[in-house]
């Protein structure tokens, strides 16, 4: 096995360990039969990102984004599903849904009748993917203040920052050995995030050590 071939199982073996933290929320919606407490919009960013990284794949040929984001898009839909089922604001799930199937519909639009085909609809699209990625990893950063303000790392989860770290880490060695930038960029972020997640760990959780458990969040 070469090292493409390494970093591509890294890759699939990180992402889909990272998606399935969502598995957390859905057992917890059915067994409160509640939707209360768990956040809806990082199921549908995450959807809306998988979708447009699945199209960037198929255009590119490349397996690895391909069925990482299917399996992906997959679980995302699902948790998105049980939301719905068990949210008691329906209208505002449904709207923002809506909202967000217009905005692929949109998209879908763009990319594939008005960018002419080649290498400007994935540059385009790669790089649109990207900013929303980068966009995603960083907007845990107002919460990052907040432990700060607060001293207390009870709003982060220790295991989905490791998550997030090893699969930055393999998308960016992936995308570097591919020459691929627009996968390359939007994932080194998540590196620098990851560690500042760790320091807080670390500085907190020796300021404050009576602290038991760390609740999960999304990114």
Known sequence: MDFLQLLSCACIIFTVGMFTTGLTDLKKMKATQSADNVQFLPFLTTCLNNLGWLYYGLLKGDGTVIFVNIIGAFLQTVYIATYCHYTKEKRRVYTHTLLMVSVLCVAWVYFTLVIPPGEAQLSQLGLTCSV?????????LADLLEIIRTKSVERLSFSLTVATFFTSTSWTLYGLQLGD???MV????????SLIRFFLFWWFGAVIPQIPSYKLIQI
């Open 186 to 193: 939007p994932n080194t972020p998540g590196i620098f995030t």
């Open 181 to 183: 930038y627009y996968i």
């Open 132 to 140: 929303f990625t980068i966009s995603m990893y960083l907007s845990p």
